[in-house]
């Protein structure tokens, strides 16, 4: 359906009036917005601070990323590919050096070109050219029994193509990164891991064989595909993206017509590394729209949701608004509410996963398709909760206004039935950080996406699926 009222956000808590017209579908939302001196200067701040959480709790020996800090951790494959694309942010944003970025680019390449890969369940980080979605800190090997993920080897993958692209200098370390980049790529075996072609299974265990699901449907995994089908040495077949567009949920949520996915990081993690604007499948020629206007939907679709509240939730409002997978209090219920600890929450025509439990990497990811909304949203965030929601690496990863029990979420209710006004995490995410920092950036600048649309792979991938249009021609 299409929308183009004129939105009209009163923050009071901010003391400042925001009129902004919604885009017209198929355009630039970020390209149509004027950011103004006082949203500039925040996300100076956000953008700064959020980047200090990859430079900081980064192991800077192999480039292991914490999945969450402050709490001990084990290394996220996913926060490191989010970790390399926000290094150059901090180049071109002039936090670090470019020497300081591609030795520790370097560092992190050498790890995963060098670390073993075999099938053995043990003392290894990948096989067949993925990686283990979870990794010690210390020693880079397989973290308990968690899977060899595809997705989230796409993920760090993303962040790899982009350290490719971005060091394009004649010197010896800069021609290395390029080097391991493309050796640490083409090993990835795409063909292998179909086990009921043409889709690509989820993932592989040692003890068990492949996961018993693939991707399909809508999610993050266009990102996956792309990098699947532009594999210049393992490619999964050109029919793939045709099945995996078969299987989309057209529909109207909230009077917003997109292909729905409940939790907004689907309709954010692949555009990270990828300008999906102006550029369309055979699917989405169909449709009149391109991937950036169906994810702009979602966004608005999940701030209604919110707006209207319908379970009544504390504090959700044209400003407070964001269901994602992220933190929450507690598996428990309490008296007729359900509260639960990590899961993926969201609103969308395909289920809603509500309690109460709103996500800043929700609104933050979607920066770059809405900012008039997104922005506004972040600032009232940082304004009304204060400390309790940010802190030196930027928003923590989740709040919940609703839950009022005053010990953690670890420890339970208090025996004496003390309460405070809400639930705070304490942890920041890497997988949450990443795209706060990153699309803050492709919103002011469009640096990573500029950068990514001259990688070859990127390239040779979307063409594969069927992309035409604007800048891939």
């Given at each position: 359906?299409?929308?183009?009222?004129?939105?009209?956000?009163?923050?009071?808590?901010?003391?400042?009036?925001?009129?902004?017209?919604?885009?017209?579908?198929?355009?630039?939302?970020?390209?149509?917005?004027?950011?103004?001196?006082?949203?500039?200067?925040?996300?100076?701040?956000?953008?700064?601070?959020?980047?200090?959480?990859?430079?900081?709790?980064?192991?800077?020996?192999?480039?292991?990323?914490?999945?969450?800090?402050?709490?001990?951790?084990?290394?996220?494959?996913?926060?490191?590919?989010?970790?390399?694309?926000?290094?150059?942010?901090?180049?071109?944003?002039?936090?670090?050096?470019?020497?300081?970025?591609?030795?520790?680019?370097?560092?992190?390449?050498?790890?995963?070109?060098?670390?073993?890969?075999?099938?053995?369940?043990?003392?290894?980080?990948?096989?067949?050219?993925?990686?283990?979605?979870?990794?010690?800190?210390?020693?880079?090997?397989?973290?308990?029994?968690?899977?060899?993920?595809?997705?989230?080897?796409?993920?760090?993958?993303?962040?790899?193509?982009?350290?490719?692209?971005?060091?394009?200098?004649?010197?010896?370390?800069?021609?290395?990164?390029?080097?391991?980049?493309?050796?640490?790529?083409?090993?990835?075996?795409?063909?292998?891991?179909?086990?009921?072609?043409?889709?690509?299974?989820?993932?592989?265990?040692?003890?068990?064989?492949?996961?018993?699901?693939?991707?399909?449907?809508?999610?993050?995994?266009?990102?996956?595909?792309?990098?699947?089908?532009?594999?210049?040495?393992?490619?999964?077949?050109?029919?793939?993206?045709?099945?995996?567009?078969?299987?989309?949920?057209?529909?109207?949520?909230?009077?917003?017509?997109?292909?729905?996915?409940?939790?907004?990081?689907?309709?954010?993690y692949s555009h990270c590394w990828i300008d999906f604007r102006g550029i369309r499948d055979e699917y989405m020629?169909?449709?009149?729209?391109?991937?950036?206007?169906?994810?702009?939907?979602?966004?608005?679709?999940?701030?209604?949701?919110?707006?209207?509240?319908?379970?009544?939730?504390?504090?959700?409002?044209?400003?407070?608004?964001?269901?994602?997978?992220?933190?929450?209090?507690?598996?428990?219920?309490?008296?007729?509410?359900?509260?639960?600890?990590?899961?993926?929450?969201?609103?969308?025509?395909?289920?809603?996963?509500?309690?109460?439990?709103?996500?800043?990497?929700a609104a933050g990811g979607s920066m770059a398709f809405a900012p008039e909304i997104c922005v506004p949203a972040l600032r009232a965030m940082k304004t009304k909760y204060?400390?309790?929601?940010?802190?030196?690496?930027?928003?923590?990863?989740?709040?919940?206004?609703?839950?009022?029990?005053?010990?953690?979420?670890?420890?339970?209710?208090?025996?004496?039935?003390?309460?405070?006004?809400?639930?705070?995490?304490?942890?920041?995410?890497?997988?949450?950080?990443?795209?706060?920092?990153?699309?803050?950036?492709?919103?002011?600048?469009?640096?990573?996406?500029?950068?990514?649309?001259?990688?070859?792979?990127?390239?040779?991938?979307?063409?594969?699926?069927?992309?035409?249009?604007?800048?891939?021609?």
């Open positions: 359906m299409k929308h183009f009222l004129t939105f009209l956000i009163f923050c009071s808590s901010l003391s400042i009036v925001c009129c902004q017209s919604v885009p017209e579908p198929g355009t630039s939302a970020s390209s149509q917005t004027t950011l103004t001196t006082a949203d500039n200067a925040f996300l100076d701040s956000l953008q700064r601070d959020t980047f200090r959480f990859f430079w900081e709790t980064t192991n800077p020996a192999n480039g292991m990323v914490p999945d969450r800090a402050p709490s001990q951790s084990f290394a996220s494959i996913a926060a490191v590919g989010f970790g390399l694309t926000s290094y150059l942010i901090g180049v071109e944003r002039s936090y670090i050096t470019r020497d300081q970025a591609a030795e520790r680019t370097v560092k992190t390449l050498r790890f995963f070109a060098q670390a073993p890969q075999s099938d053995k369940a043990t003392g290894v980080t990948g096989y067949k050219g993925f990686f283990y979605h979870f990794l010690d800190m210390k020693t880079g090997e397989r973290f308990k029994e968690v899977e060899l993920s595809t997705i989230d080897t796409a993920l760090l993958l993303g962040g790899i193509l982009s350290a490719q692209t971005y060091f394009d200098k004649d010197t010896p370390v800069e021609a290395e990164i390029r080097q391991l980049s493309g050796q640490i790529y083409e090993r990835v075996d795409w063909t292998w891991i179909q086990p009921r072609k043409p889709f690509v299974s989820m993932g592989w265990h040692p003890e068990k064989g492949f996961i018993d699901a693939d991707w399909k449907g809508y999610n993050e995994a266009m990102l996956l595909y792309v990098l699947a089908l532009g594999s210049p040495t393992h490619p999964v077949g050109s029919d793939t993206w045709a099945a995996w567009t078969k299987s989309y949920p057209w529909a109207t949520f909230y009077d917003q017509t997109h292909v729905n996915f409940d939790p907004l990081f689907g309709h954010q020629r169909g449709r009149g729209i391109d991937y950036a206007e169906n994810s702009r939907r979602a966004t608005y679709a999940n701030r209604a949701y919110c707006v209207n509240n319908p379970a009544k939730w504390q504090d959700y409002s044209s400003t407070i608004w964001g269901l994602t997978a992220c933190d929450g209090p507690k598996d428990t219920t309490v008296g007729s509410r359900n509260f639960f600890s990590y899961r993926a929450r969201g609103a969308a025509s395909t289920q809603i996963v509500d309690d109460g439990t709103i996500a800043p990497t204060g400390s309790k929601l940010y802190g030196q690496y930027g928003f923590r990863d989740a709040f919940n206004p609703t839950y009022r029990y005053a010990s953690s979420f670890a420890n339970g209710p208090t025996t004496n039935g003390e309460s405070t006004p809400g639930w705070f995490d304490v942890d920041y995410l890497g997988i949450d950080q990443g795209p706060i920092l990153i699309m803050a950036e492709n919103l002011r600048s469009n640096f990573v996406w500029n950068l990514m649309k001259r990688n070859p792979n990127i390239q040779r991938g979307l063409k594969r699926a069927g992309f035409t249009g604007d800048w891939l021609n």
